[in-house]
């Protein structure tokens, strides 16, 4: 069975840009979440995605966007890049089971650098 | 609002040593535990989870958890550590329920010497 797939793996953009993550879960799963990772911050939840729907969000700010579709692929879109936003972005699937007691699995994440 | 604290960032350890980790957490209502692994260059991993029934999980490579709910702790705990234990430790919580809006701890670093 595949595992989470996220692309691209790295990326360079700079300040004012927008960029778009993409991943690809697990078959079978519809649960997606994303996470930021950053050596301050450490992992943070940005929201997920359950069926096409946001079922969760984090705190960031409205630059921070993400959509599901019907596969049930996410991408996440980041307009207007600050220098803060450089981190690994992190994708998450699971079966989305109502109780939310079932196994996430981790992709690689994106390691994006703002300049 | 959920937080989770992890009580050691760097941990340092000779092979065969014990290891237990800290985790403690707040939230009023039904959670649910995790703990996860970062091995060095991989994707992060599950460990072990709670949900219910027995406190005291059990997860791979000879993990184990305990969940303290007087105590909102849920600590992770090896008899005797091997160097291949080298990685990141985190803690995460997330609501009964409430879809994956999981809350992580900072981590633990661990280090196991030869």
């Known amino acids: 069975k595949a595992g989470v797939t996220q692309t691209p793996r790295y990326l360079i953009k700079t300040r004012g840009q927008q960029v778009t993550l993409s991943c690809s879960p697990i078959s079978g799963h519809r649960s997606v979440s994303w996470y930021q990772q950053t050596p301050g911050q450490g992992l943070q939840f940005l929201f997920e995605?359950?069926?096409?729907?946001?079922?969760n969000k984090g705190n960031f700010p409205g630059r921070f966007s993400g959509r599901q579709f019907s596969n049930s692929r996410s991408e996440m879109n980041v307009s207007t890049l600050e220098l803060g936003d450089s981190a690994l972005y992190l994708c998450a699937s699971s079966l989305g089971l109502a109780e939310s007691t079932d196994t996430q699995y981790f992709g690689p994440g994106t390691r994006l650098t703002v300049l | 609002a959920q937080s989770v604290s992890q009580h050691n960032h760097h941990v340092i350890l000779s092979e065969a040593a014990s290891l237990e980790l800290g985790c403690n957490y707040s939230y009023g209502g039904t959670v649910n535990l995790f703990w996860y692994v970062q091995y060095p260059g991989q994707h992060l991993q599950l460990l072990l989870k709670y949900f219910s029934g027995d406190p005291l999980v059990k997860g791979i490579k000879g993990f184990e958890a305990e969940f303290i709910k007087s105590k909102f702790s849920f600590n992770l705990r090896k008899p005797s550590v091997q160097w291949s234990d080298t990685a990141e430790y985190f803690c995460a919580v997330n609501a009964r329920g409430g879809g994956f809006k999981t809350i992580f701890g900072a981590g633990t670093r661990l280090f196991v010497k030869a």
């Open positions: 995605y359950f069926s096409e729907t946001q079922r």
